[in-house]
């Protein structure tokens, strides 16, 4: 049985920038793939004067909401330019005058998807992650995807295979669950990695790298099985390593059209809202990410 859609099906925080414009582009096309609505929104925060004897400028406001108008126009645009003719979208857009991550983590609650780009116009446009997509990943209640503003846009043929890391975690399961949904849509090869050690071991005296190998491979095999049965059309394509997950997955995801993590992983990290593994896949790599959430 399908589940109903959510009400605000795969929603787009929206500034204008760069990035911005490359999350509305892939938004559509996967929103296009499956078959939800998109909802654009571009939110503004009013201007406070930092001091009393400050006088707000005049027509601030009508400037900023004129400025999001703006914004939205050029974004529908861009999302109906690059949906195919056969796979229409439903496209919403809305101004809020509220603040970026509060308010895209409260429409998370009802959302298939939020969809950020990676940084946005201001100061913060020139570090590896800003600050809006970072908060919204970490609290997000729903799977978020960031785009980077150099992220490839394939066509929706395109043959490059989706890439998922799995460590057996909760996080993990609702990664995986994601990437056979992703991988199936887009008729590609899933790519399902596992690194059995992330820690850097020398050739140790009387270790059975073997067995602890052919372990692995049994755990991979379990986390598959299931989801190969529910998706007998996705051609799954296994790779262990022994190796740091996240050197793997960056180094894999040159290769990717897609790469799936979870929010977190096992190990001494595991208990932060983003986990070492996701945050530095994420902050690396120009391929789109969608980090999933463990319910």
Same mark, same amino acid.
Not at 76 to 85: I, L, P
Not at 176 to 183: P, R, S, V, Y
Not at 249 to 278: D, Y
């Given at each position: 049985m399908t589940a109903p859609e959510k009400r605000n099906g795969i929603v787009v925080g929206v500034d204008g920038s760069a990035a911005s414009n490359a999350a509305v582009v892939w938004a559509a096309r996967d929103a296009a793939l499956r078959n939800v609505s998109l909802t654009l929104v571009h939110m503004f925060e009013t201007f406070v004067p930092t001091f009393p004897q400050v006088p707000m400028p005049s027509g601030v406001a009508l400037w900023q909401l004129d400025d999001g108008r703006q914004a939205l126009?050029?974004?529908?645009?861009?999302?109906?330019?690059?949906?195919?003719?056969?796979?229409?979208?439903?496209? *919403?857009?809305?101004?809020?005058?509220?603040?970026?991550?509060?308010t895209l983590v409260e429409m998370s609650d009802d959302a298939e998807m939020i969809v950020v780009g990676s940084t946005g116009r201001g100061a913060v446009e020139r570090v590896l992650l800003g600050s809006v997509s970072s908060a919204v990943v970490r609290g997000a209640k729903c799977p978020v995807a960031v785009i980077r503003p150099d992220a490839p846009t394939p066509p929706l043929g395109d043959h490059a295979p989706v890439l998922v890391g799995i460590d057996g975690s909760p996080a993990s399961e609702a990664a *995986?669950?994601?990437?056979?949904?992703? *991988?199936s849509r887009r008729g590609v090869e899933l790519v399902a990695l596992h690194a059995w050690s992330d820690i850097e071991f020398f050739e140790l005296p009387g270790y059975d790298w073997t067995a602890v190998g052919a372990e692995a491979e049994r755990n991979l095999a379990e986390c598959l099985a299931g989801w190969q049965e529910r998706f007998p059309d996705v051609s799954v394509r296994r790779r262990l390593v022994r190796d740091r997950?996240?050197?793997?997955?960056?180094?894999?995801?040159?290769?990717?059209?897609?790469?799936?993590?979870?929010?977190?992983?096992?190990?001494?990290?595991?208990?932060?809202?983003?986990?070492?593994?996701?945050n530095a896949v994420v902050h690396s790599i120009s391929t789109p990410v969608i980090v999933a959430r463990s319910s």
């Open positions: 126009e050029q974004a529908v645009k861009m999302a109906r330019d690059v949906v195919q003719a056969d796979r229409k979208v439903a496209i *919403t857009s809305e101004v809020k005058p509220s603040p970026a991550v509060p *995986t669950a994601i990437a056979f949904g992703e *991988t997950p996240a050197r793997q997955l960056i180094e894999q995801s040159e290769a990717a059209q897609l790469v799936v993590l979870g929010s977190h992983g096992r190990g001494s990290l595991s208990g932060v809202m983003l986990g070492s593994v996701s």
